[in-house]
């Protein structure tokens, strides 16, 4: 006779490192019996009791049963997690088998009954099926037992069976509390929505998976949110056996969600504010400044100046008019948000035509277009707005007796890149990198209101593009804007 000896990696049950849980066992192993060294029944599974009203927990399983095949020459010690035989003394016709291991200091039996009474166990060099499936059971309700979320097994009416501690820790609910009882039942209150526990039951009762986010309460009445996933768990014949959930605690992700609303709720309110700031103060602001163009005029008109006097006024005209254009530029910048944006077929070659003739192009600047350009997906009075601020800023800052503007793009599977390439004076390395901040501010051009390259990264950013420079002092600059398709 040779004896089966299990190829799998479950030596011994307390490799999993479980505490021992009899309601828990008794789910999954209704026919275990934990003994100690001397073979003392510590405890035993549900169903057992049904056969033998004489087991209790100071019996000897040797009073009860045979163990196969425990004999002279072999101990508990040479046959633990091979197959085993328990025969019992009385009802010979009554046979359990499965595998004894090594748990702490004691043993725990874990087995099925077999129908033995016409055939005499016949040893396999292979296990049985339901050996292999003994050992999966034993593997996943300890991983079940250990899991930090909530873990619910129910029978096939959707009675609570068996709980983890996590569902204990989470609901505070003991499992005795529990037992025999819909979860449902137990846990929904009435902030619980009505939709979700109708999908609920209308997937259960389909057999189907489901999956949702919805409140339940702990038994103290606090409530809180979790994230449910489970699905029935059927039979070969297709016959639903049990149900499995698995709830995971999302109450603090669904305060810090609902904290990220409140803010961005906030933030755009304040942009609002801002933006109606901004047009009131703008008003507010071109009042005096038409009245001082006024005085001004009526001062030239009115009165023989000298020289002198008439440049003084000449000064603050222009001061006036820089101003104005300062006031307008923070009005155009507090209006560009990503709502007022409208997408359509822009021709480039329009929006650069457009923007050359919106400007006022000193008689020693010559603008270049070296190709054809593209056709693109953009906001077109936008667009028209970013390429004209930009060569606008070309226009402001180039120095030579013959300045040159060109305007190019190259194209690629993601999208485009736009060039406008100037050989004015060139930006310094350490202020690049702060060349668009609208807070920062770096020359003393009387014709630029440093606002202008702001805007257009705004503009830019909108449209989910990029835009930055390559510049040499004394030689020149050119901004590159990259577009997507």
């Not at 605690?249 to 933030?267: C, P, V």
């Not at 822009?346 to 003739?357: F, T």
């Not at 702060?434 to 501010?441: A, E, G, R, T, V």
């Not at 909108?462 to 577009?483: P, Y």
Request: net charge negative; glycine share 4%; aromatic share 10%.
């Amino acid at each position: 006779m040779s004896y089966y000896k299990s190829p799998s990696s479950i030596s011994s049950v307390k490799d999993f490192q479980f505490k021992f849980d009899t309601t828990s066992f008794n789910i999954f192993f209704p026919y275990f019996i934990l003994l100690d060294k001397n073979y003392i029944v510590k405890s035993h599974g549900s169903l057992l009791s049904e056969y033998f009203l004489e087991l209790n927990n100071s019996t000897s399983l040797l009073d009860l049963f045979i163990i196969e095949p425990i004999n002279h020459e072999l101990s508990i010690k040479d046959i633990l997690s091979d197959k085993v035989v328990l025969t019992s003394i009385k009802k010979s016709d009554f046979q359990i088998e499965g595998q004894i291991h090594s748990y702490k200091k004691d043993l725990l039996f874990i087995g099925n009954p077999i129908n033995s009474s016409n055939n005499k166990i016949k040893w396999e060099t292979n296990p049985p099926l339901h050996t292999k499936q003994e050992e999966q059971l034993v593997l996943l309700s300890l991983i079940a037992e250990k899991n930090i979320n909530s873990v619910i097994i129910c029978d096939s009416e959707g009675n609570i069976e068996w709980v983890n501690s996590s569902f204990i820790a989470m609901s505070g609910f003991s499992i005795e509390e529990v037992l025999g009882k819909k979860p449902g039942h137990v846990l929904q209150g009435k902030e619980t929505s009505v939709e979700q526990i109708n999908y609920l039951k209308n997937q259960i009762r389909n057999g189907l998976p489901f999956k949702c986010e919805l409140i339940n309460y702990k038994k103290s009445g606090e409530k809180y949110w979790v994230k449910i996933q489970g699905q029935a768990l059927y039979s070969r014949e297709g016959k639903i056996l049990k149900y499995f959930a698995i709830e995971e605690d999302i109450t603090k992700n669904i305060a810090l969600k609902s904290q990220t609303e409140e803010l961005a709720s906030n933030f755009a309110k304040t942009n609002k504010d801002l933006e109606s700031y901004a047009l009131i103060a703008s008003h507010d602001l071109k009042a005096p400044i038409r009245s001082i163009y006024s005085l001004i005029t009526i001062i030239k008109d009115d009165n023989e100046l000298n020289d002198i006097s008439n440049d003084y006024l000449t000064i603050i005209e222009n001061k006036l008019e820089k101003m104005n254009r300062q006031i307008e530029g923070i009005l155009d910048y507090a209006q560009i948000n990503k709502e007022s944006f409208f997408y359509e077929d822009v021709n480039c070659n329009e929006i650069i035509k457009n923007s050359i003739e919106n400007l006022n192009i000193p008689e020693n600047i010559e603008i270049k277009i070296l190709q054809n350009l593209p056709t693109i997906r953009a906001d077109k009075y936008r667009l028209q707005q970013l390429f004209q601020k930009v060569i606008c800023n070309a226009l402001n800052f180039i120095d030579k007796p013959i300045g040159i503007v060109e305007i190019d793009y190259k194209e690629d599977k993601k999208g485009y890149i736009f060039s406008i390439k100037d050989n004015g004076k060139g930006v310094a390395l350490e202020c690049q990198k702060h060349l668009f901040d609208i807070s920062k501010y770096f020359n003393n051009n009387n014709r630029s209101t440093g606002l202008g390259l702001s805007i257009a990264k705004k503009i830019v950013e909108i449209l989910n593009g990029k835009i930055w420079i390559e510049s040499e002092l004394g030689v020149g600059t050119t901004f590159f804007i990259e577009l997507k398709k």
